[in-house]
């Protein structure tokens, strides 16, 4: 199985501040990695898939580039409502894994 | 617009099964595979298989080695839904049951609670 190390697990940050969410995978996977965004009882909501392309309604201040072992997610201007973990998962062979998640806190 | 619309919340006694539900809506639910992920409470994401398409209309699945002859993934294309059932249940099933749609997993179902206690 391909093996997904986020980090950092968690962090804290500001308003306004630059942040990256790093994502290494135990193999290339080519771009095939999504990035996923989970608030407290909520359904983890599609940020970025295929390493960098936004979904449809994401801010574009979210960001993904990376390629092969090494990806990140960065989210240029923090906002209040970007406190939520954040999960990263590879798509390139079976099964799917995830990542272990980066807590956000604002 | 596209929905995914998971059953409701269920509880279970260890060794019964579950089937969840997962009921699409607003596109053609043969053009896109289903995904199946759950999450213990207070855990992350863990990615139980996918049932997929080829041709448009046979379906196909792959299961999480873990879960290899316990779960099983289906669908009703006539209802545009999909179904994941879990055998032998134990406490560690505990968990909210998510499903999400295509390779891209967007959007997800709202989730589904099912809770293994004796």
């Known amino acids: 199985d391909i093996q997904m190390t986020q980090s950092p697990s968690s962090l804290a940050a500001s308003v306004r501040d630059r942040v990256t969410i790093t994502c290494r995978a135990s193999q290339d996977i080519g771009n095939d990695l999504a990035w996923f965004q989970q608030k407290p009882g909520r359904a983890p909501k599609s940020l970025i898939y295929?390493?960098?392309t936004l979904q449809s309604g994401v801010p574009p201040r979210f960001s993904g580039s990376g390629s092969g072992t090494e990806f990140t997610l960065t989210i240029s201007s923090l906002q209040p409502e970007d406190s939520a973990t954040y999960y990263c998962q590879q798509f390139n062979s079976y099964p799917y894994t995830f990542g272990q998640g980066t807590k956000l806190e604002i | 617009q596209v929905q995914l619309v998971q059953s409701g919340a269920e509880v279970k006694r260890p060794g019964a099964s579950v089937k969840v539900s997962c009921k699409a809506s607003g596109y053609i639910f043969t053009n896109y595979g289903i995904g199946w992920v759950r999450q213990a409470p207070g855990q992350g994401l863990e990615w139980m298989g996918w049932m997929g398409w080829m041709n448009g209309y046979d379906a196909y699945t792959n299961y999480a080695q873990k879960f290899q002859g316990r779960v099983t993934m289906t669908t009703d294309t006539s209802t545009s839904t999909a179904y994941m059932e879990l055998r032998s249940l134990g406490s560690d099933d505990t968990a909210v049951y998510y499903c999400?749609?295509?390779?891209?997993?967007?959007?997800w179902g709202q989730g589904t609670l099912v809770t293994v206690s004796s």
């Open positions: 999400a749609r295509g390779a891209d997993s967007d959007p």
């Open positions: 295929a390493a960098s």
